[in-house]
């Protein structure tokens, strides 16, 4: 049966709820039509009373996705993670991470002329504007600090910890510098329930189809034509947050040259639900890209008593050696083999779409929304737009997207 709406979603992960929910809030009627299930790299799964993410999730309290969803009264529940905690390993051994002046002081990380140069980076970050870093790479910023060897090895782990890219060359420093900032200045939450908290309330307000494929988008005298396996959606507008652009490519039907925007940031994921909370919960790999971090407590994601624990390696390879590594990294982390209650292994997840590479301009280089080559049709995800990385650009993109969806339909001058 044929369907006529406002302006339909493709893709219900966080960028089109976002969207679906902001184009909702301005008045439109909306319609989400998800390929799967909904929440995308956002839904969660239970078992055996244990909460998973896909993969380890922390919601930055600062970003652009934050204020999105303040604007749609969406207030996210959970708690910080300690990082009076946080270890770092280095050849097997453990150390206090520096994450602030204390802790630097205290952390055999890093030697006295090391200590004093990483505070000098870190007391000079809040001040830096990382527009004046469009156009270079991640590594060359960190080249250009002089820092001794050691120093650098820590810059680099708490990027992987900001950003998810293990790759400095493809990451430009534009990104990074104000990833780090927004880390230090807000921090970030763990989710009660995990992120599904977050994928329902934008949902609440707006009809959202599952297992809904759409083939084709047809443009049809000022309307669009989405053609599914169950008949036709009509629509005035369409935004399209399918995941990343060759998915997204496939859809339009006059695809842009958008060049080449890098492969997808992959990470390996180990899921687990155990029977304590291990100590110490959270290390984070200096000399290798691995981190474990246990999400709850202090969220509460496990039975009383348990507790659920994220390990993944920055930059998936093979399913045989990451796994190896995992494991190696979980015992490191406090978790024996008898502690685990049940577990789940993603050997490769995408956990962005593309990083904001540095040849490209960085952040403000990747692919506006209306970069679609067809008017009335907006893009969201997480490559798309100048605000914010992971789930923030996912989210500001959807709003981005949903406004300008919105303006033309008051162009038009029948307004939703």
Partial sequence: MDTHTDIVVVGAGLAGLSAAATAAAGGARVVVLEAHRSGGRARTTARRGFVWNLGAHALYLGGPGAAVLASLGVTPRGAPPPLGRYLG???????????????????????????AQLA???????RLSPDDFEGISTRRWIDDQGLRPDAVAVVLALLRLGTYCADPDALGADAAVAQMQLAAASGVRYLDGGWAQLTDALAAGVEVRTTAPVRSIEPAAGRFELVGDDGRV????????????????????????????????????????????????????????????????????????????????????????????????RRLAGVADDDVVVERFLASMTVASTAPRPERGGMRGRPAPDATGTPGIHLAGDWVGPDGLLADAALASGAAAARRALTALDRTGSPP
């Fill in 89 to 115: 390993s280095r050849g097997g051994g453990l150390h206090r991470l520096p994450t602030g002046p204390a802790s630097l002081l205290r952390s055999g990380l890093l030697g006295t002329r090391s200590k």
């Fill in 120 to 126: 000098a980076v870190l007391a000079r970050l809040p």
């Fill in 234 to 329: 009509v629509a005035r507008q369409v935004v399209i947050a399918v995941g990343g652009p060759a998915a997204t490519r496939q859809l339009l039907p006059d695809p842009p040259d958008w060049g080449d925007l890098g492969a997808p940031v992959t990470a390996a994921c180990l899921d687990l639900g155990v029977s304590r909370p291990p100590l110490p919960g959270y290390v984070l790999g200096i000399d290798a890209p691995l981190y474990a971090t246990t999400q709850g407590p202090p969220a509460h994601q496990a039975p009383a008593g348990a507790a659920v624990v994220g390990v993944l390696r920055y930059g998936a390879r093979s399913a045989a050696e990451d796994r190896e590594e995992l494991d190696a990294h």
